[in-house]
């Protein structure tokens, strides 16, 4: 493989055709190689969070077993994670000898792991779990004995088949090839042997395990709505070009309150009293969910609800001396039959935990939910604030924590890293890190300026291009305003900054007895009213929203401004109107209306770089998806590119839908029988070349939310598409690719030693805790206030430009200071935040839920399984070259 990325073997890859045509094979490509490490910055000793491993075996190969395990009575398959790891851990009890005494890691489904061969290649074993719930069906949980067979226990021991057979050997010396830069086949299977021994020891503790992250249930704080933010630690094996080391973080999940289920139902759905409580909604919360049953103490999963309340809820009892059944309801059998008052929930649906066709019920008051199991609805804005507030630890503290995690988890006692000489060490791997330069900015009036810890002002400053705002309008809908006032602040705002704001056309306040009306109806109103009042559109509405978070009107507002109408718009929700905030505000507006807030010397050729000497297009990608368990909201994908080369700041959207969960962009390149490109980057090639008279030489190329297992994916399908789609826009073309991914979601973090503070903005890391061979880095362009400050993870997947890394670096570096929204640094380039910003603006269009019912009425799955999705309104083309997402 070059360092391009190319295979040099000539391998042929399964990649999207654009065509129906018959290609030639093309060689498959591979993540870049690292060709240099950068050196421009002054240098900085930090610690990071990845713990040096020891590796010494003697064996060679990690073995893989199936395993399959069964009920002995009826074959049934045994279901659950729980019980399996319980089965496994008594085979290694019960069959010591057969086993040799030998240990293994199980992965709580089909997988077994050793260090070196058992005696066997096939076991076929049993053994008896004690206590096993086995789901059938009866009429209560709570009665032991005297009322016939209809209600015995649920509990009872139970015979399991397990049957272990040999799959397939792991070399363990590809770790130590990988360690050395060489690429094998066979790496991330023995890291995934690893990573899942660590799983089974903190299943062993008891913990809930989600992935590679652990919850003991100790550290838990309340959210709302029945939800607590439980916080744990993550863990996992990397390849590093200092060794093999263990990633180890903070990590949070949101799990359920434990407790009785009337508490948790009535938090849930912030009732006071059970009689408010809505039991439809209440179905589909507590399904699946395990709950402990007293006085027994078994465990059970609900199934629903009963339809009626519990003094009328029958069922079929056989009587004691077996002559015949007797209908009773839950009520009486509790309270004359077994002599157990009820309470509260004699008014209240029972708990089912047997099958819908044949239930099981329990009184509510019984039922209490158990710990540590996850909270998988879609969350609340005000609890995922909850999440962020709960989940910020300052470095130190975060150090404390995993120091802490660490040794609480006794690695160096767990028998199979033993065995397989592997240790870990107990301290910070120390790093080397630089802080790279600043970069320098120009506002108006060509004054330069450096700023400072990330951040500037535009104090006694003017905007590098101002705009005019001319022929605007004010749209109020919200009744606390003082409308004037804002209008005055803006206005002043402007002429000190270099934009020239006119006197609103009008100011336009919604009728008070609409505000109970749909969002549509209220946006459609308040347009009428400006289209019967003025002469001629305005070119700019300013509209003043009434609800600080998601508003229903600003989705129904932006799909009318932006698709329907053609109108450059800006939303707020003042909560104090002065000069700062109204400033910030003035930003935005001038970027949507052509202007520039500041730019970098390099884009002002005052200090050229590699990206402004040679004609060169940016893109930022990025796709959005529907909120958790909603498989039936399409997810968006947003591309952004560059207009106005030398100029690095100005860019311009093409946005699309696809299919639910699809994180591959489908639609940069779409030619159709008509010979014609109707794809994402030929929309944004013509508005390159139309502005600048020029074809670029080099497409930089920034690709946001993708995992290292997709890497592939993006360079042979996605990559593929965007030279095919410049290829078809002009065959004598052959502009060379830059292919970045960036990641925020991993777990790196970078301190500084002997400092309590975050690393400082512009800190880079190449070294040490990156790939053994590939070409990555770790930078925090921006200033951490709160927690610890995230590092952005950088891949360069394929090059062509061949530029030392300083430049590369510095390039990225420099385009988290062209975000036009705000005066500091971001945490990712600029092209990225765009993406994302367009993604989730034009997302808005779409009311999902109608959508999906209207999907569902006219059948929303495909014969082909593929989910329908309601096409993406399409931008007016007044604004579809506007920076309409800043």
Known sequence: ?????????????????????????????????????????????????????????????????????????????????????????????????????????Y?????????????QNLFQLKVVLDDVYSGSA?????????????????????????????????????????????????????????????????????CLLVRQSFFKGDKCTGIGGGALACHGFYTSFRATQGGLTLNVDASTTVVIQQGPVMDFLLSNQNVRVPQDIDWNKAKRTLKNLRVKVSPSGKEGKITGLSERICREQTFMMKRRNGDGEVEVTVYEYFVHHRNISLGYSADFPCINIGKPKHPNYVPIEFCELVSLQRYTKALSVQQRASIVETSRKKPRDRMKFLIDALRSNNYDKNGFLCSAGISIYPDFTRVEGRVLPTPKLICGNNESFVPRNGRWNFNNKR??????????????????????????????????????????????????????????????????????????PPMFILCILPERKNSDIYGPWKRK????????????????????????????????????NSILTIENKMEPSFATRIPTMIFGMDVSHGPPGRSDIPSIAAVVGSTHWPCLSRYRAS?????????????????????????????????????????????????????????????????????????????????????????????????????????????????????????DFYLCAHAG??????????????????????????????????????????????????????????????????????????????????????????????????????
């Not at 593929?866 to 604004?879: A, G, H, I, M, Y």
Request: net charge positive.
């Open 1 to 105: 493989m070059d360092p391009c990325g190319r295979s040099q073997a000539g391998s042929s890859s399964a990649r999207l055709p654009p065509s129906s045509a018959i290609a030639p094979a093309k060689d498959e490509l591979f993540p870049a190689l690292r060709r240099d490490f950068g050196r421009i910055g002054h240098k900085v000793q930090l610690l990071t969070n990845h713990f040096n491993v020891r590796l010494d075996t003697k064996e060679n190969f990690f073995y893989l077993y199936n395993v399959n395990l069964t009920y002995d009575d009826n074959g049934n398959p045994v279901t659950g994670k729980s019980i399996g790891r319980r089965v496994m851990d008594k085979v290694l009890v019960t069959y010591v000898n057969s086993l040799q005494g030998k240990g293994f890691a």
């Open 107 to 119: 992965d709580g489904e089909h997988n077994l792991f050793t260090l070196g061969s058992l005696a």
């Open 138 to 206: 009866g009429g209560s949980i709570i009665p032991q004995g005297g009322a016939g067979k209809r209600m015995k226990r649920q509990s009872q021991s139970k015979t399991i088949k397990v049957q272990i057979r040999f799959a397939a050997k792991i070399p363990i010396k590809s770790i130590v090839s990988v360690l050395r830069g060489q690429e094998t086949e066979h790496f991330q299977e023995a890291i995934n042997v690893l990573d899942v021994v660590l799983r089974d020891h903190a299943a062993k503790k008891g």
């Open 463 to 536: 905007l590098w291009t101002a705009c005019k705002i001319e022929k605007w309008a004010v749209v109020n809908f919200s009744f606390r305003c003082n409308t004037n006032q804002i209008c005055e602040t803006l206005m002043r705002c402007g002429n000190m900054k270099g934009v020239n704001v006119s006197n609103p056309l009008g100011i336009f306040e919604e009728d008070p007895r609409l505000r109970r009306s749909s969002p549509f109806e209220r946006v459609d109103s308040i347009f009428k009213n400006m289209e019967n009042s003025l002469s001629e």
């Open 561 to 596: 401004c932006l698709s329907i109408i053609g109108i450059v718009n800006q939303c707020i929700v003042p909560t104090r109107v002065n000069d700062q905030y109204m400033t910030n505000v003035l930003l935005k507006i001038n970027a949507k209306l052509g202007g520039l």
């Open 655 to 775: 946005v699309r839908n696809q299919s639910p969960r699809t994180e591959m962009i489908a639609s940069l390149f779409m030619p159709s029988p008509e010979n014609k490109d109707n794809g994402i980057i030929r929309e944004l090639l013509q508005d390159f070349c139309s502005n600048t008279g020029k074809r670029p030489e080099q497409i930089i190329i920034f690709r946001d939310g993708v995992a290292e297992s997709q890497f592939s994916q993006v360079l042979n399908i996605e990559l593929d598409q965007i030279m095919e789609a410049c290829k078809f826009f002009d065959e004598h073309w052959n502009p060379r690719f830059l292919l970045i991914v960036a990641q925020k979601i991993h777990h790196t973090k970078f301190f500084q030693a002997g400092s309590p503070e975050n690393v400082q903005p512009g800190t880079i890391v190449d070294n040490q805790v990156c790939h053994p061979n590939r070409n």
């Open 785 to 886: 206030m709160i927690g610890t400050t995230r590092p952005t993870h950088y891949y360069v997947l394929y090059d062509e430009l061949n530029f030392h890394a300083d430049e590369l670096q510095g390039l990225v570096h420099s385009l988290c200071y062209v975000y036009q929204r705000s005066t500091t640094a971001v945490s990712l380039v600029a092209p990225i935040c765009y993406a994302h910003l367009a993604a989730a603006q034009m997302g808005q269009f779409i009311k999902f839920d109608e959508a999906s019912e209207s999907a569902s009425s006219h059948g929303g799955v495909t014969s082909s399984c593929e989910v329908l999705v309601p096409e993406l309104p399409r931008l007016n083309r007044k604004v579809q070259s506007s920076m309409f997402f800043v």
